[in-house]
């Protein structure tokens, strides 16, 4: 598994105005060039690809190799962000799963 090939082919995952809107809900004064959503952008990717090479890592050697999302969350932890792991958690069982309406964090 090559994590530089993987992050490096990935195309941007966050639109300007998704990271905009995230930026002006919790810091309503900041406003954000352009250079600067991109990065955020490219960043939030790589984080992605990190992440999910870390969740592989945990899933090697079991059968079937299919990652979830326990094993992201696993990964999130073993990465240092166990709380956030843990907010998740807290969202996905309290009715907050994909269907449901997004909460702000």
């Known amino acids: 598994f090559c994590f530089a090939s993987m992050a490096a082919s990935l195309p941007v995952p966050f639109s300007s105005n998704a990271i905009r809107k995230s930026v002006k809900e ?11 959503c991109a990065a955020m952008s490219r960043a939030g990717g790589v984080f992605l690809c990190y992440l999910a090479g870390a969740a592989r890592e945990n899933v090697k050697g079991k059968a079937p190799a299919t990652i979830s ?5 696993s990964a999130l932890k073993d990465c240092g962000f166990a709380d956030f792991a843990d907010e998740i958690r807290k969202r996905q069982t309290s009715g907050g799963g994909p269907a449901a309406k997004r909460q702000k964090i």
């Open 69 to 73: 999302a326990e094993d992201m969350l």
């Open 26 to 36: 919790k810091a309503p004064a900041l406003k954000l060039s352009d250079d600067a």
